[in-house]
């Protein structure tokens, strides 16, 4: 970093030509309950925006329905829970629900071996191939033919995940997780959106495939790749015995 030749000097009198970036790492997770400066930062934020927040300093029952207001105005998740996606918000930043990002970030439960907290990470969100300036063409929209038949294009999310776990059992694959099991916080599991396949590499492998071409709003299997919200990413690590995929 830096620029050559000027990198020795320090700028004494001068202020700093741009403002240290503020990032979502910055902050932590509040919710109903947590108290202190940084929900004082928050308040700020949503008087700011035009909401009206409780007793300063303290996520009281006014604050909580200011950020689950503020939530469903900006189309974020609404769960009153100030993660990475709704600080990112604040921060002119579009992340995916979750709290990996943000200060210490981790998903509750410690460390998780089978990676499954990643399932809603979406790793250099600003980098990902399509970013800025190419749109993106909607999730979950495109065709495919499988052993339960076609891909219910113009259908529900939840129609897309039926359809996804026959296609997996006639493959021959086991569904390994649903809405359970140990997820991010704001997984697209606890959405009844995602499954968990798994099964012999080569057909998981084949599963992706299938799965790849209806371009879905999640499918991670690491030996394969990654996508989210149809775009593709790359692997996100974590997912190397099980397909994951979300509508
Ligand atoms: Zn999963």
Same mark, same amino acid.
């Given at each position: 970093?830096? &620029?050559?030749?000027?990198?020795?000097?320090?700028?004494?009198?001068?202020?700093?030509?741009? $403002?240290?970036?503020?990032?979502?790492?910055? /902050?932590?997770?509040? +919710?109903?309950?947590?108290?202190?400066?940084?929900? *004082?930062?928050?308040?700020? !934020?949503?008087?700011? *925006?035009?909401?009206?927040?409780?007793?300063? %300093?303290?996520? #009281?029952?006014?604050?909580?329905?200011?950020?689950? +207001?503020?939530?469903?105005?900006?189309?974020?998740?609404?769960?009153?829970?100030? %993660?990475?996606?709704?600080?990112?918000?604040?921060?002119?930043?579009?992340?995916?629900?979750?709290? +990996?990002?943000?200060? %210490?970030?981790? $998903?509750?439960?410690?460390? =998780?071996?089978?990676?499954?907290?990643? #399932?809603?990470?979406?790793?250099?969100? $600003?980098?990902?191939?399509?970013?800025?300036?190419?749109?993106?063409?909607?999730? @979950?929209?495109?065709?495919?033919?499988?052993?339960?038949?076609?891909?219910?294009?113009? @259908?529900?999310?939840?129609?897309?995940?039926?359809?996804?776990?026959?296609?997996?059992?006639?493959?021959?694959?086991? &569904?390994?997780?649903?809405?359970?099991?140990? /997820?991010?916080?704001?997984?697209? /599991?606890?959405?009844?959106?995602?499954?968990?396949? *798994?099964?012999?590499?080569?057909?998981? $492998?084949?599963?992706?495939?299938?799965?790849?071409?209806? !371009?879905?709003?999640?499918?991670?299997?690491?030996?394969?790749? %990654?996508?989210?919200?149809?775009? =593709? &990413?790359?692997? &996100?690590?974590?997912?190397? #015995?099980?397909?994951?995929?979300?509508?």
């Amino acid at each position: 970093m830096g &620029i050559p030749g000027v990198s020795q000097q320090r700028a004494v009198s001068q202020p700093p030509a741009q $403002a240290p970036r503020e990032s979502v790492g910055q /902050h932590s997770l509040l +919710q109903s309950g947590s108290r202190g400066s940084e929900v *004082a930062n928050l308040q700020q !934020r949503l008087s700011q *925006a035009g909401y009206q927040v409780g007793q300063k %300093g303290v996520f #009281d029952a006014k604050t909580d329905a200011a950020v689950r +207001q503020y939530q469903k105005d900006k189309g974020l998740q609404v769960d009153g829970q100030v %993660g990475q996606q709704t600080w990112g918000s604040f921060l002119g930043q579009k992340l995916p629900p979750g709290t +990996q990002m943000l200060q %210490g970030g981790q $998903a509750p439960g410690g460390a =998780d071996p089978t990676g499954r907290n990643k #399932d809603s990470f979406e790793p250099g969100g $600003a980098q990902r191939p399509g970013g800025a300036g190419s749109p993106a063409a909607p999730a @979950g929209t495109g065709s495919a033919q499988g052993p339960a038949g076609a891909f219910p294009a113009s @259908g529900s999310n939840k129609q897309k995940l039926d359809w996804a776990m026959k296609t997996a059992q006639a493959m021959g694959l086991r &569904i390994t997780s649903t809405t359970g099991g140990q /997820h991010a916080p704001h997984s697209y /599991h606890y959405l009844g959106r995602a499954v968990d396949v *798994a099964g012999s590499p080569a057909t998981m $492998a084949k599963f992706y495939d299938l799965m790849h071409n209806t !371009r879905p709003t999640e499918l991670f299997y690491d030996p394969r790749g %990654g996508v989210k919200n149809g775009q =593709d &990413i790359g692997a &996100i690590g974590g997912h190397g #015995d099980h397909v994951h995929v979300a509508f």
